[in-house]
């Protein structure tokens, strides 16, 4: 590479040049030979040279800017020119030259990111702290405290725990205004919460539904335990066969996915506003035929369908109403609610039957449904003798017709699939 003294000939530039190649030498030797004690102290090390070299990097783009050097290469601004040179995203760049920009008016913190003392993500948490401090302080030394505490817990504590800290420094450092200030940004932060709350569901074509949603922490909380609730139980397979049980673990979004739609299932609806006049429950469309067997698909009142088993699985936990329909689907007659368990004997059920009935599954009966052994649609009766504790996943199961049920004399159930 040929050089140019003109480009080389600053201190800075000779000693960026020297460390390059230094650095490129050690990247590239062989590193079986040192021990356990040289590779961690030589990994430390480097995260604290990387620390360095970001410190020179602002430090430089912080001159740059004060140059001009963008406009005068035709860009925009400094750190538009910078993300073109150096390939960088330019929102990344951006968001360098501000803190380059803030390092200039924190120099404790500037003068630890150039020691290797801190990261630079720990340099962007003292800084933007330390800037959004309320101007209007009677003690103009609360700044300069709150940096140095900040910089102390920096050198144990990694960049996100350092953000929490940070949100309530005033009241460790000014506590006679910091408690006062941090229940005002509290209560605003929990009003723009709730008022910017927001969900969306989009259908993906496919079966499933997408969302997203952006809620307070508190009912994020909320949400959270719940679904634990229902996700927490340990849920064994229906076999004792190692590599079935193997089989059947599921990682924990898709566990707390499955708690979702049993939450969703559960929802009282009786004690939900009402909507239409009517209770916020989802209305199943259902022929006779498919009820007691078929295969025609069930509809919903949106107008989306559900497969039989699917729907036989519901009717097994909620209300059904008979209705009769003319040749042209018009509504000549409707029945009332039938056939569910009362509380009384899900009561009952619980106290003789205190876990799923599934073989090998010990999920708890209260986070169970009651289902009929012999269909209700077929005749059968509500009543305890007819009755049976399946857990939601294994409720599923024994309306799925890939699997077929084998009743024990233990009165446990067990199932295998259909070849």
């Not at 004690?37 to 800017?65: H, P």
């Not at 020691?115 to 103009?140: F, K, N, Q, Y």
């Not at 368990?341 to 986070?367: E, I, K, V, Y």
Request: neutral net charge; glycine residues 6%.
């Amino acid at each position: 590479m040929a050089k140019d003294s003109r480009h080389h000939a600053h201190t800075v530039c000779r000693a960026v040049a020297k460390s390059r190649r230094k650095t490129r030498q050690a990247a590239t030797a062989d590193l079986w030979s040192m021990s356990d004690e040289d590779v961690q102290a030589a990994l430390v090390e480097a995260e604290k040279l990387r620390a360095q070299a970001d410190a020179l990097a602002l430090r430089l783009v912080a001159e740059a800017d004060r140059r001009h050097a963008g406009e005068r290469a035709g860009a925009t601004d400094t750190a538009s020119w910078w993300a073109h040179r150096t390939r960088q995203e330019r929102r990344v760049a951006k968001g360098r030259a501000r803190l380059a920009e803030s390092l200039d008016r924190h120099e404790p913190t500037a003068a630890a990111l150039v020691e290797g003392a801190i990261s630079v993500d720990h340099a962007r948490v003292v800084t933007s702290c330390v800037d959004r401090l309320p101007d209007d302080l009677e003690d103009p030394t609360v700044p300069t405290r709150a940096e140095q505490y900040l910089l102390h817990e920096a050198q144990h504590l990694d960049p996100k725990t350092l953000a929490v800290l940070a949100k309530h420094v005033l009241t460790v450092v000014a506590p006679e205004i910091g408690e006062a200030r941090d229940a005002a940004a509290l209560e605003r932060e929990e009003r723009e919460a709730r008022a910017g709350a927001w969900l969306t569901m989009c259908p993906d074509g496919k079966g499933s539904v997408r969302g997203k949603f952006s809620i307070p922490e508190l009912h994020a909380a909320m949400l959270h335990k719940t679904l634990l609730a229902y996700a927490a139980p340990k849920h064994q397979a229906a076999t004792k066969d190692p590599e079935a049980e193997l089989a059947e673990r599921r990682p924990s979004p898709e566990r707390m996915g499955d708690a979702f739609c049993e939450l969703l299932e559960r929802l009282p609806t009786d004690q939900l506003p009402k909507l239409g006049g009517l209770n916020a429950t989802v209305v199943v469309t259902l022929d006779l035929e498919s009820l007691t067997g078929g295969l025609a698909p069930g509809v919903l009142d949106d107008g989306s369908a559900i497969s039989a088993a699917t729907a036989r699985r519901l009717a097994c936990e909620a209300g059904l109403i008979p209705a009769v329909l003319g040749t042209r689907s018009e509504l000549l007659d409707l029945g009332r609610k039938t056939r569910l368990f009362s509380g009384a004997q899900r009561r009952g059920l619980n106290l003789t039957q205190p876990t799923c009935t599934a073989q090998g599954c010990d999920w708890p009966a209260h986070l169970c449904h009651a289902h009929h052994d012999q269909p209700w649609a077929h005749g059968g009766k509500t009543d305890l003798a007819n009755a049976r504790n399946l857990c939601p996943r294994h409720h599923a199961r024994i309306h799925d017709p890939a699997f077929e049920t084998t009743h024990l004399p233990n009165g446990r159930v067990a199932f295998h699939r259909r070849t």
